[in-house]
């Protein structure tokens, strides 16, 4: 009876390890299954971040125009509207030079004008 009752507190033991080591392959099946649905979750997630992005950034140019695009169009019309105003600034420039050199001729006429009676009352 004792002989019986050592080899069944053994088989136990034996039976208990046993279950303790399915248990622990159970876990780390678990685990492992886990991890990889993290993984796949994040690159499934990484993806659709990029897919958006993409989409994003399609319909930013559709819409809005590329920075670059949008940055060269202001180039465009700075050097343009700066070409314009030193045009119409030298058009002016010459407008102004005539109207001044008008202005000395009547002023010397005017002055001409002026001194000759003086110079005719005079002598």
């Known amino acids: 009876m004792f002989k019986n009752d050592s080899q069944s507190i053994q088989q136990l033991l034996v039976a208990e390890k046993k ?3 399915k248990v622990n392959q159970a876990r780390k099946r678990k685990n492992l299954r886990l991890k990889q649905a993290k993984e796949e979750a ?19 140019a559709k819409f809005l125009g590329s920075k670059e695009t949008t940055e060269l169009k202001i180039e465009r019309d700075t050097e343009r509207n700066l070409s314009e105003l030193y045009e ?29 009676p003086i110079y005719l009352s005079t002598s």
Request: charged share 35%.
């Open 42 to 60: 994040h690159a499934e997630i990484l993806c659709l971040k990029n897919e958006k992005e993409t989409e994003f950034k399609d319909h930013e």
């Open 88 to 116: 119409k600034s030298q058009q002016i420039f010459v407008v102004i030079k005539s109207l001044l050199r008008f202005h000395n001729y009547q002023q010397s006429c005017l002055e001409d004008r002026i001194t000759i």
């Open 19 to 21: 279950a303790e080591e």
